[in-house]
């Protein structure tokens, strides 16, 4: 059990929008105490969606950086990011040597790309790429000239955004995936084909049912190719691997928080020792943190949207603040991506679903419904071109009781 206690100073670990979300839900929850926020990028708070889409697409690029509101009286310590926790002196040590007490603790730290797919991979200076902040967004606009080659591994939701972007800016453009079909774990079979359709009629060279096995580079140390798993050779000049993320919590290391997939949070997102006692005094929320869901009933699955970070920093805020008076989090998770100027939006828990009932797929008039269901219940549900029927789904999503 946890009480509601007055800190007298709160650091948060992630300049990210789950930590800005955490600090503005504190001041304007009567917060007065002390407020720190660590970052290890040099990068003030921005916003990560477009970062895959306008801004690498845009002539000039776009402007990602979060309001930041007046008043909120925050030490920014930023470009140092945090090495060590002591959960037992209430301490976190930075890179630099510093060491910040704290009263109470947001982990807000997100998540890293996921790379290293082959042995002896190149890396961003020979053409081999991963995007999940601005510095890496940065770097790949500028490779992303008209005429190159561009292939992109992983057709899933930032794949797709990758590779409907260098065709928007006229390179040729190949999307690996090792499924059958773009998304297919996400969203399922049906509306994967719907996707990897798109991708084939605005020119992209999809390839399912295989992966790169071998990168090859020229005598100035360059990307030049690549090989797939059947044995294909392909002529590449640019790379971006889109093989998800996974919680950048390695920091965490020795604190006696086991944090490999995630923060374990209670429903009130407070962090969790092993044996299932919280963490005193610490909170978690957003790509860092393994929340529990209602709609899995109570399991915590991988979720990395931008809707349950701000929702997940807020909370944490609250439970800092009220212990357990706070209201345990139960938002229905949300989702939407864009692909070739096509919307999609999902609600719910889709990529949980062992049934997919497909309601509406039009190509021409680009329209599909679907829900999902798990053992006969709705789990999810997922729209492109009909947006205004995820209200009445996300009704029946919220309402739900967990077993």
């Known amino acids: 059990m946890s009480a509601a206690v007055s800190p007298r100073h709160v650091v948060i670990v992630g300049a990210s929008l789950a930590g800005l979300r955490a600090a503005t839900a504190l001041r304007e929850a009567g917060f007065t105490g002390r407020l720190t926020i660590v970052g290890a990028e040099r990068h003030a708070p921005y916003d990560r969606p477009p970062l895959s889409k306008q801004f690498l697409t845009a ?38 040597g510093m060491r910040l007490p704290y009263c109470g603790l947001v982990i807000a730290t997100g998540a890293a ?15 081999v790429f991963t995007l999940r902040g601005r510095d890496d967004a940065t770097a790949l606009r500028a490779a992303l000239t008209p005429g190159r080659r561009l292939l992109v591994l992983g057709a899933g939701f930032l794949g797709g955004e990758v590779a409907a972007a260098g065709r928007a800016l006229g390179l040729d453009v190949t999307l690996v995936e090792s499924g059958a079909v773009p ?41 030049k190719g690549v090989r797939l798993a059947d044995d294909q050779l392909l002529a590449v000049d640019v790379a971006v691997l889109a093989l998800g993320a996974a919680p950048a ?27 299932g006692t919280t963490v005193p005094g610490v909170v978690a929320a957003g790509d860092a943190a393994r929340v529990p869901q209602p709609l899995a009933d109570g399991a915590a699955p991988a979720l ?4 349950g970070a701000a929702e997940q920093g807020a909370a944490a805020a609250r439970t800092l603040l009220l212990g357990d008076a706070a209201p345990a989090f139960a938002e229905v998770p949300s989702f939407w991506s864009d692909f070739h100027g096509v919307r999609l939006r999902s609600v719910g828990l889709p990529g949980l679903a062992d049934t997919v009932k497909v309601h509406e797929c039009d190509w021409d008039a680009r329209r599909v419904e679907a829900s999902y269901h798990l053992d006969g219940r709705l789990i999810g549900a997922l729209t492109i071109g009909r947006t205004s029927r995820l209200a009445a789904y996300r009704r029946t999503l919220a309402e739900y009781t967990p077993r």
Do not use: C, M, N
């Not at 930041?68 to 040590?93: H, K």
């Open 59 to 96: 002539d000039v690029p776009a402007d990602t950086a979060l309001p930041v509101p007046d008043g909120l009286r925050a030490r920014w310590l930023l470009g140092r990011a945090a090495v060590r926790l002591d959960p037992y002196r209430r301490v976190i040590t930075l890179a630099d």
């Open 304 to 307: 990395g949207h931008w809707a």
């Open 249 to 275: 919590t390695g920091w965490l290391a020795g604190s006696g928080i086991e944090a490999v997939g995630g923060v374990p949070t209670d429903s009130r997102l407070r962090a969790l020792f092993p044996d």
């Open 183 to 223: 998304l297919e774990r996400a969203v399922g079979a049906e509306v994967g084909a719907f996707v990897g359709t798109l991708h084939r009629e605005k020119g992209i060279d999809l390839r399912t049912g295989t992966t790169v096995t071998e990168f090859g580079t020229g005598p100035d140390g360059r990307l």
């Open 113 to 127: 790309a996921r790379s290293g797919v082959v042995d002896g991979e190149p890396g961003p200076e020979q053409g």
